[in-house]
């Protein structure tokens, strides 16, 4: 395996912050966009034991679903690439723009595209639709949309396991759209620290659900479930009016943050979270010292989409 691009563990690095600060509590990023350039942050998580079945079982490319702008998609793409695997993406809606920076960046690493219709997309996780696909192409491994399946979780451990090497952490926010990546640091959470979720969505509290399944399928046990979930809780009104919704607010707040830190977050989902966790430093009315951790998933390729829909650049 051709895994020396990847950089794993990827950085913990440390960042002064002035509220942090004043609130006694050490930031860290976890610097999971550090990973590699273009399959970055927990997509990669995602697709790494994805991509080794795939290998393993002798499939000779990868089949994926994703909207037009999913950094899934990008990274699938450049993983397929990385590994010597063929790779196709369904992509959501037949007016997808093929042109756009994602799925331009996903053919010019060799991806077949195929637009289908919203109602054809939503039922690409039946087992007639998966069937229909043996039908056209051969060979082939499926990852669903966003890595979310077991591989896709199991990938995801590693994010908390490489995080207790470095420090102790009190607090951990990480960013959700499917709560895959979250599940698998749950089920990584052996010293159970505290985790934060951030919904990327509106309307987020599928998500708990989400969790509480992946979690059962494991455990197969409510009180161990139950156990995990007491050290999660999920913020689920800072969507900013929807997933890929922005405002100049938070554009501004990624602009700040820029500033500040030198790092830059992307709009969708580790800005929203970002936001979100300096919006709860002011509920700490204590001066215990703490260490908290913001997970940043990657997802930087996503910012020219929302160029493209709002004009100006964000940085
Ligand atoms: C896809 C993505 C997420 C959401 O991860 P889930 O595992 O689906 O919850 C979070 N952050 C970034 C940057 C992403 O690209």
Redo the contacts with the bound molecule.
Sequence with gaps: MNSEQFHIPSPLQKVLIKEFNEKNIELYIKRD?LIHPEV????WR?LKLNIEQALFKGKDKIITFGGAHS??IAATAKAAEIYGLKSIGIIRGEDADFNNRTLSFARSCGMKLMAVSRSEYRNSDTWDYKESLKEKFENFYLIPQ???NFY?ING?IDIINEIETAISPDVIY??????????GMILGNKNHRKII?VS?LKGGNF?LENMRKNLMDVYSDEETVQYAMERVSLLTDYHFGGFAKVNEILIDFMREFHQLTGIKL?P???AK?AYAMLNKIREKHNNKPEKWVLIH???LQ?IAGIEEKTGPNVY
Excluded: R
């Excluded at 970055?40 to 997509?43: D, I, L, P, T, V």
């Design positions: 966009d970055s942050g927990n997509k995602k950094n899934h966003g890595g979310e896709g995801c990480v960013s959700c759209g499917t709560a895959t990546t979250i599940s979720g990327a998500l992307d969708i989902y580790t979270t998933t990657g997802g996503g």
